[in-house]
């Protein structure tokens, strides 16, 4: 399997089929810039917010390993990558925080608004969709 079969799947799979190309691309991040792998996260957070459903513990917890293992939290250049990560496949807030706080873009009013908005441990990515 290569990333490149998620083509054969539809635009939005389930978040199955994410999981499993998801840990691919965590597999072959050794192999691979940690840019590579971030911008393939990015990609498949797309498709993972697209399943309305929040990512598995264990795909969760990879990720925001490999995002603290890889050194992606160190490159100023990267922290918009991660937090965007983050929103997509729900990490934990307390996670989530932290890289705000490090965070000085254009963007860090709505990362911190996604991070109000959440209830609970999580990030809550359809927060806005939820009616009132």
């Known amino acids: 399997m290569k990333l490149e079969d998620l083509n054969s799947h539809p635009e939005y799979p389930k978040w199955d089929i994410v999981e499993q ?3 691919l691309a965590l597999d072959q991040a050794e192999t691979v810039t940690v840019n590579e ?3 393939n996260l990015k990609y498949l957070g797309d498709k993972q917010w697209h399943t309305y459903e929040p990512a598995s513990d264990a795909l969760r917890d990879r990720i925001k ?3 603290i293992q890889s ?3 160190d490159s100023t250049e990267n922290h918009v990558a991660v937090l965007v990560i983050s929103f997509c496949f729900s ?3 307390e996670f989530y ?3 705000l706080e490090k965070y000085v873009g254009a963007e860090k009013l709505q990362f911190a608004k996604d991070l109000e908005n959440s209830h609970g441990d999580f990030i809550d990515p359809w927060w806005s969709l939820k009616k009132p």
Do not use: E, Q, R
Request: hydrophobic letters at 45%; aromatic letters at 12%.
């Open 21 to 23: 190309f998801c840990n």
């Open 37 to 39: 792998t971030l911008g």
């Open 65 to 67: 390993n490999w995002l």
């Open 71 to 73: 050194g992606a939290l």
């Open 91 to 93: 990490l934990d807030k």
């Open 97 to 99: 925080s932290t890289v």
